[in-house]
């Protein structure tokens, strides 16, 4: 599953970044928020979102800011599923890494990260076999601080396994994910993950070249 990647333009041409061939712009489907551009796979199971918001500006470092994001980006997904809030609180996200990243095509370099981490839902009570499905999400924040803005791209990715420690060996289903986490992990941060489903791989894929591509045309967008 390896995808091709033409540039594309976001918000009017005022952005423009690589994104795989073949995946359709949301916007032409349902309506879709003015500060928000999502593509969806052919196959509906990857997503990319690019949103603009308002820079986190309350918390002491680029970590947090992350963090925050994340949260309020699991908190909208939960709120779409409905559900009582003590079944909200029982979701269960885990972080397995978090780095720097470089967007290579802005000068002079910007704040950004990126991190992986999975989303499982609540189980319904009594348990099922197999346990609810869990969703890879890759999250990255490019921070722009006299814009007083962030960018988040978030990749989400499908993962029907019980565990986040599924390997391909235990599921041959093509959407299966394994993570291996190092002995030590830091606060704040996990160990590396490796990626040996092929959605993943084309998750990660997709990150690097908008890591690699993306580039900011007009930036009265800001404004």
Same mark, same amino acid.
């Given at each position: 599953?390896? $995808?091709?990647?033409? *540039?594309?333009?976001?918000f ?23 500060n928000?551009?999502?593509?969806? %796979? ?15 500006? #309350?918390?002491?470092t680029?970590?947090? &800011? ?12 939960? $709120? %779409? #599923?409905?559900? /009582?809030d003590?079944?909200? *609180? *029982? ?30 839902? =609540? ?5 099922? *076999?197999?346990? =609810?499905? /869990?969703? &890879? ?7 722009? =601080?006299?814009?007083?803005?962030d960018?988040?791209i978030t990749?989400?990715? =499908?993962?029907?396994? /019980? ?5 391909? $060996?235990? #599921?041959? %289903? ?13 606060e ?12 993943m ?5 997709i990150?690097? &070249? ?9 930036w009265?967008?800001?404004?």
């Amino acid at each position: 599953m390896t $995808s091709t990647f033409k *540039q594309t333009e976001l918000f009017g041409g005022a952005i423009v970044v690589d994104l795989p061939e073949g995946y359709i712009d949301v916007s032409t489907i349902r309506q879709v928020p003015d500060n928000q551009e999502v593509y969806l %796979s052919a196959t509906g199971l990857t997503s990319i979102t690019i949103d603009i918001t308002e820079r986190v500006s #309350h918390l002491p470092t680029d970590i947090d &800011a992350l963090k925050y994001h994340l949260d309020d980006l699991v908190s909208i997904e939960e $709120s %779409s #599923h409905g559900g /009582s809030d003590e079944e909200k *609180q *029982q979701e269960q996200v885990r972080i397995w890494t978090i780095e720097d990243v470089k967007f290579e095509k802005l000068s002079p370099p910007l704040p950004a990260l990126t991190l992986l981490c999975t989303i499982t839902p =609540p189980s319904p009570q009594p348990q099922p *076999q197999p346990q =609810p499905p /869990s969703t &890879a999400l890759l999250l990255t924040l490019l921070r722009l =601080p006299p814009q007083k803005t962030d960018i988040l791209i978030t990749i989400n990715i =499908p993962h029907p396994s /019980s565990t986040a420690t599924t390997t391909a $060996s235990d #599921h041959p %289903s093509s959407t299966t994910l394994a993570l291996e986490e190092e002995e030590e992990e830091e606060e704040g941060k996990t160990g590396k993950g490796k990626a040996t489903s092929p959605l993943m791989e084309e998750g990660m894929r997709i990150r690097e &070249a908008v890591v690699g591509t993306l580039e900011v045309r007009d930036w009265g967008l800001f404004c």
